[in-house]
């Protein structure tokens, strides 16, 4: 499912970006850059832990 429908961007790939600034998170999938209307629902999926089998992109960046 899309997390932001501006830029196709996935509540999987939000989801990647956990424990992530939402400026971090626009910079890196340009989700939340166009109408704005996704923003409250991006942080709160940035703000989920991620579910089992999900990596984090902090995780994989070590
Ligand atoms: S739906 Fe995300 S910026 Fe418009």
């Keep these: 499912?899309?997390?932001c429908i501006c830029h196709a961007v996935t509540?999987?790939?939000?989801?990647a970006c956990a424990g992530?600034?939402?400026?971090?998170v626009?910079?890196?999938t340009r989700a939340g850059s166009g109408?704005?209307?996704c923003v409250r629902r991006l942080r709160s999926l940035?703000?989920?832990?991620?579910a089992p089998g999900?990596?984090?992109?902090?995780?994989r960046a070590a």
């Design 1 to 3: 499912m899309y997390a």
């Design 11 to 15: 509540e999987q790939q939000v989801r």
């Design 20 to 24: 992530q600034r939402l400026g971090e």
């Design 26 to 28: 626009v910079s890196a």
């Design 35 to 37: 109408c704005g209307s």
């Design 46 to 50: 940035i703000e989920q832990p991620a």
């Design 54 to 59: 999900e990596r984090r992109a902090a995780d």
